[in-house]
């Protein structure tokens, strides 16, 4: 009977102490708006990474922008766990939007990819010529890649914040 009992408070404790794991970093609440020439940019990835762009610590904030350009932040700590907005600290801003080469409409495109993937579901392999082309990034540098970026975004303390980008 005493040994149930000790080993009863041995589990508790454990139990006890399993919840008490470290504790993601606070976030705050963030949204913003991407143009270019004066119109909105629907489907590009806003990335906003600090640091060494570790999950754990908080130090990449991503969001999609839709139809009017708008998106929100999340900021994602592991597999299992994210949050709205980002950790407060400053960050280098990514704005990418791959889109189909010059000479393809996103329809053609679209077509292409639909083809190549009705021929990869059957088994068969993709013959050279009825693959699609690789898809292109549509901004330069100095907004696209990471470490060459100029945009940059200063999370405060408190929110909600705000962000604007115009790709000009």
Do not use: W
């Amino acid at each position: 009977m005493h040994q149930l009992s000790v080993s009863l408070v041995c589990l508790l404790t454990l139990l006890t102490l399993a919840g008490c794991g470290p504790k993601n970093p606070t976030t705050v609440p963030v949204t913003g708006l991407v143009t270019q020439g004066g119109e909105p940019v629907e489907g590009a990835t806003v990335t906003l990474t600090r640091g060494g762009g570790g999950l754990a610590g908080g130090e990449l904030a991503i969001g999609k922008t839709d139809a009017t350009g708008h998106f929100e932040l999340i900021t994602h700590f592991g597999p299992q766990a994210s949050a709205q907005g980002a950790v407060p600290g400053d960050y280098e801003v990514v704005i990418s939007k791959h889109v189909p080469p010059p000479g393809y409409t996103q329809a053609q495109y679209d077509a292409l990819v639909a083809a190549a993937n009705k021929i990869g579901e059957t088994g068969a392999q993709v013959p050279k010529d009825k693959q699609p082309p690789q898809l292109v990034e549509k901004f330069p540098e100095r907004f696209s890649m990471r470490g060459k970026s100029q945009l940059k975004a200063n999370i405060p303390e408190k929110g909600p914040v705000e962000l604007s980008f115009k790709l000009d």
